[in-house]
Every structure is written in structure tokens, then in C-alpha cells.
């Protein structure tokens, strides 16, 4: 998932650009970085992701998930090595 899919407002027809979230609900926060809801919640009271309350509702803001993920060290994949057949007599 690449974007938060967002309800299309006036793009058509000359209108503004589609609005881009600043808010986002839990379950979409943990869409967004691959993750679940648990460590969402998690991130959260570690203070590495930051939420703010509207009303009851828990909102992430989706500039501390960009820097949630800048701030993962890159991943380091050995290559794939394939061992020589051994042929039987």
C-alpha cells in the first residue's frame, strides 16, 4: 500500500489535488508501515510514533510514521548461494 486511500475530492474537473492525510486512524497507521495494531499502540507509548486524541478517537500523524521509517537501519539480505549438485556413482 503506497497511499492512504482518501475520498476523492474535486480533482475532476479542474478542481484542487486530492487532499494528502495528516491523520490517520490506528488500523491505518499499521497499513501504512506493514505492521499490526498492537505495535502501533506499542510505538505510541514509547514516544517512537507520534498520536494525538480527537474526542475518544486515537489519530497517528502520518509525519512521525515517514520518520518512524526513515529512521530503520536499511536491510542487509545475504545473496542466495547454491550448493553444487554432488553426483552419485
Known amino acids: 500500500m503506497s497511499m492512504i486511500e482518501m ?9 484542487p489535488p486530492p487532499l494528502t492525510p495528516i491523520l490517520v486512524t490506528i ?3 499499521a497499513a501504512f508501515i506493514a505492521r499490526g495494531t498492537s505495535f ?3 510505538a505510541i ?5 507520534a498520536a ?14 515517514r520518520a518512524y521509517a526513515a529512521s530503520l537501519p536499511p536491510a542487509r539480505i545475504k545473496p542466495i ?7 552419485s556413482a
Not at 52 to 64: G, H, N, Q, Y
Open 27 to 29: 488500523p491505518q497507521a
Open 7 to 15: 475520498p476523492d475530492i474535486g480533482h475532476k474537473n479542474g478542481g
Open 45 to 49: 507509548a514509547l514516544g517512537q510514533i
Open 52 to 65: 494525538v486524541k480527537s474526542d475518544k478517537r486515537t489519530l497517528v500523524v502520518v509525519d512521525s510514521l
Open 40 to 42: 502501533v499502540y506499542q
Open 81 to 87: 548461494t547454491r550448493r553444487k549438485r554432488s553426483s
